[in-house]
Nanobody, 123 residues
Framework: QLQLVESGGGLVQAGGSLRLSCAAS????????MGWFRQAPGKEREFVAA????????RYADSVKGRFTISRDNAKNTVYVQMNSLKPEDTAVYYC????????????????WGQGTQVTVSS
């Protein structure tokens, strides 16, 4: 099993920034591709960003491209997403996830999930 714990969520004004962290424990963190997803009230969980096990390759949803940056530190068993120029439509619960397949965007390809952290962007 791989346990994931997100942190760093909160309330921020539009145009502001937040950095979310996801700390992993259990199995070997460095073997997994890592993703960030989000879910707004009444909506399905959607892909935000993903990074390969090495950190060399990343993938982003069009809605966050140019504003969000995903990164990982395998020595610290942690993955991050730096979120800049936040918009009210970014408001959601953000989840990190781990999967053995390289930077895919489908929820079903990630067997391990954290509990989520709330991000609220006020206008």
């Amino acid at each position: 099993q791989l346990q994931l714990v997100e942190s760093g969520g909160g309330l921020v004004q539009a145009g502001g920034s937040l950095r979310l962290s996801c700390a992993a424990s259990g199995r070997t963190f460095g073997r997994y591709a890592m993703g960030w997803f989000r879910q707004a009230p009444g909506k399905e969980r959607e892909f935000v960003a993903a990074v390969t096990w090495s950190g060399a390759n990343t993938r982003y949803a069009d809605s966050v491209k140019g504003r969000f940056t995903i990164s990982r530190d395998n020595a610290k068993n942690t993955v991050y997403v730096q979120m800049n120029s936040l918009k009210p439509e970014d408001t959601a619960v953000y989840y990190c996830a781990a999967g053995p397949v390289s930077i895919v965007a489908d929820v079903k390809d990630y067997p391990y999930w954290g509990q989520g952290t709330q991000v609220t962007v006020s206008s």
